[in-house]
Every structure is written in C-alpha cells, then in structure tokens.
C-alpha cells in the first residue's frame, strides 16, 4: 500500500515563525500536492509538483512556498506566519497520467494523515 | 478551469438504510475522471470509488455504487445498507488531463442507530 506520511499531526506555532511541513511518500509517485482543508471549503489546492524540482501554484499560493528536492519529498513552508494560516494541511501524491488509457492516469491521489496546524 | 460542486453540506440516513449524496462538475474536458472520498473523523481520506468518464457503465464497490450522468455533469454516490461506520466526511473530486484533481467542498454524512 502506498504510504504518505506527514511529519506532525498537530503543530503549534507564533506569528511571524517560518514553518516547514514535510510529506514524503514511498511509492516513487511523480505528482505530490499541498491541500489546505478549511470548514465549508473543502480543499484547496496550495502548490503541486510533478517532479523533482519543478512546482506549479495552485489556488492559494500567496503566503507559502515549497521544495522539492527528491522525488519522495515534499515540503511545505510558511514564511511568516498568520493566524489566518491555521488550518488543516493535506499532503497527497499520485502516479503522473499520460492521459486517458495510460498507466497512471486512473489513479486516484493517496493522502496523508493531516497537519492541524495552529498559529497563535 | 475545472469546479465541483456539491450542494449538500450534510445528510442524514437510518442505519441499514439508503442515501444518495450529489455532485456535479464543469468542464470542457471530453476525457477525465471522477472520484469519491471518504474522510472518517480525524483520520485519514481514503478512496471510495472511481470513475472514468468514457465508460458508460456505473461503477460499484460493494455498497457503494455511482450514477454517472456525462451530459448532465453529474456523479452521485449510492450508499446501500448503510453502517455506522460510513458516517464520515465525503468528497467528489475531478482528475483532468493536466493531472490536478479538483475537489468539491465535502458533504458530512451521519448514520442514525
């Protein structure tokens, strides 16, 4: 089974703080994602990356920025801190799909078990 | 870009019995798939079941089935005989061929004993 793991289930920071969230994901899967998870809201989607050192913004990158610098890993970093900031942190990762018909492409995203980050 | 919408911020349904949660898309797209996902309480979102949209015929997991309507947009999931261990937070989610998935913002299912 593929496992996504997240480095802190719960994590408790300061305003202002630079915060790193870190995902790592053992079944070399090329894509790997940074949700945010909000009441009312769903997900959003913060950054993505299909590769090793390449990244694409999503919906809400403004106040973050990622890393990517192995496959297996990808991390999340808050680079000052707000206490609009708090939130639920979804990390996932897929297979890279080709398009319809390829391997890969009717593969569904693997998530992490969350970060409950707060921001006093 | 690609929206999901689900327009049921919660449901409720009588153990043993059925419920119908709703979900629609918009696209261009001719080619993609769609997704269910369940997030239990505090743990972890798991996959429900999938779809590929040039399939015609309804995919069905045990007790969870889909109604697929492509002109429509539309996906529903069917839970069948539902147990108390299906209450949970239930999210439809759209693959597109640029291989970001968009989510819709959740329906929170509750099983009455």
Redesign the interface.
């Known amino acids: 089974d593929v496992k996504v793991t997240q480095s802190s289930r719960y994590l408790v920071k300061r305003t202002g703080e630079k915060v790193f969230l870190e995902c790592v994901q053992d079944m070399d899967h090329e894509?790997m994602?940074w949700?945010r998870q909000d009441p009312?809201?769903?997900?959003r989607?913060i950054y993505?990356s299909?590769d090793v050192k390449m990244k694409e913004k999503g919906d809400i990158p403004e106040g973050y920025s990622v890393s990517r610098e192995k496959k297996e890993r990808f991390s999340l970093i808050l680079e000052s801190a707000s206490t609009n900031q708090t939130s639920m942190y979804?990390c996932?990762s897929?297979l890279?799909?080709y398009?319809?018909g390829t391997s890969g492409?009717?593969q569904?995203?693997h998530?992490?078990?969350?970060t409950r980050l707060s921001i006093l | 870009a690609q929206t999901v919408t689900q327009s049921q911020p919660e449901m409720s349904v009588q153990e043993a019995e059925t419920v119908t949660l709703s979900c629609t898309y918009d696209t261009s797209e001719s080619d993609y798939y769609l997704f269910w996902y369940k997030q239990p309480p505090s743990r972890q979102m798991i996959l429900v079941i999938r779809q590929e949209a040039y399939k015609q015929q309804n995919a069905t997991e045990n007790r969870f089935s889909v109604n697929f309507q492509k002109a429509a947009k539309s996906f529903s999931l069917k839970i069948s005989d539902s147990q108390l261990g299906d209450a949970a937070m239930y999210f439809c989610a759209y693959r597109s061929s640029s291989n970001q998935f968009y989510f819709g913002t959740g329906t929170s299912l509750t099983v009455i004993p």
């Open positions: 894509n994602f949700y009312g809201l769903g997900l989607l993505f299909y979804l996932a897929s890279f799909g398009g319809i492409f009717h569904p995203q998530f992490g078990d969350g």
